[in-house]
């Protein structure tokens, strides 16, 4: 991409999420514009992101060249739709997770902007057809999945909609290693894209094992934390086959291919996650509820 130096990005939505990529793209030096539709709220954004770079600042962990002080003049808010993005050229929705809302920001933003306006959604599980399906020229919409906190967490799901044109996902993913993400793209939308998927399937047999008295729920977060996180931290499961055997991907199938597969067959339904079972695991580790309590 072309420099940073006086591009637009408008950020719809103030909460964490829109806060955190308003950090993000600060940090690549971009001008940053944030709209709430509730009054104040965007206002209230800016002083909550001056205090966070500035910590950032003070612990010496503040992304990108320009200091606090430089990235938060390029830091503006409003409480105005048309103003907050006149001049822009990729939107960053970053509302809450309702379908209907977010379809009604997106028709409403299409109203304010040019032809060639990327229209990006934050959304984490949505369907990008379903997100938007009340936007006319649905080529330069893209979904930029975070990983929360985006300013921490550096991926980004890049999913198209069926109509999403490749200079567009071109665009997103170029903008997104500027600003020191690490995107992936997906090359067509499924339900839950790549990161919740593989998320739901250790959530799923991580309750079952519990829920069945195989392991303890401080176990079985031990697991990941000393187990395959430490491992996926730095290596993912592709890498993690070929690595694991002396002749690559190919010699570690022939050598696991049944056993993997044979487990694969005990694993059970899909749990009801709630009720007494829920219920039931809460109670199991008191460290859930001094979690909950000490963070939330």
Not at 127 to 137: A, D, I, K, L, T
Not at 221 to 236: K, N, P, Q, T, W
Request: glycine share 8%; proline share 5%.
């Amino acid at each position: 991409m072309s420099s940073s130096k006086g591009k637009i990005i408008t950020i719809v939505g103030s909460g964490l999420i829109g806060r955190s990529w308003a950090m993000v793209f600060l940090s690549g030096g971009y001008k940053v514009k944030i709209y709430d539709n509730q009054p104040g709220q965007a206002a209230k954004a800016i002083m909550e992101i001056r205090k966070q770079l500035e910590e950032l600042q003070q612990s010496h962990m503040l992304r990108g060249s320009l200091s606090a002080t430089e990235q938060l003049a390029l830091l503006s808010s409003h409480d105005d739709l048309a103003l907050a993005l006149e001049g822009a050229f990729f939107v960053q929705e970053s509302i809450f997770e309702d379908l209907e809302a977010k379809q009604s920001v997106f028709k409403a933003l299409e109203t304010h902007v040019g032809e060639g306006v990327v229209l990006s959604s934050s959304t984490s599980c949505l369907m990008p057809s379903n997100v938007f399906s009340r936007v006319q020229n649905r080529t330069r919409c893209i979904v930029s999945h975070p990983v929360n906190p985006p300013y921490y967490v550096r991926l980004v799901e890049l999913v198209p909609h069926p109509e999403t044109l490749p200079t567009v996902v071109d665009l997103a993913y170029s903008l997104m290693t500027e600003v020191g993400q690490a995107p992936v793209r997906l090359n067509k939308e499924i339900d839950g894209f790549a990161l919740n998927r593989v998320q739901y399937a250790i959530i799923a047999e991580s309750w079952r094992l519990v829920k069945d008295g195989i392991i303890s729920v401080k176990d079985i977060d031990l697991v990941m934390s000393e187990g395959l996180g430490m491992r996926y931290a730095f290596i993912g499961p592709m890498e993690t086959m070929h690595l694991n055997a002396p002749e690559g991907l190919e010699d570690y199938l022939q050598r696991y291919r049944q056993g993997i597969r044979r487990v694969l067959a005990t694993f059970g339904p899909i749990p009801e996650f709630a009720g007494e079972e829920a219920a039931a695991i809460n109670k199991l580790d008191p460290r859930l509820r001094w979690f909950r309590k000490r963070w939330f």
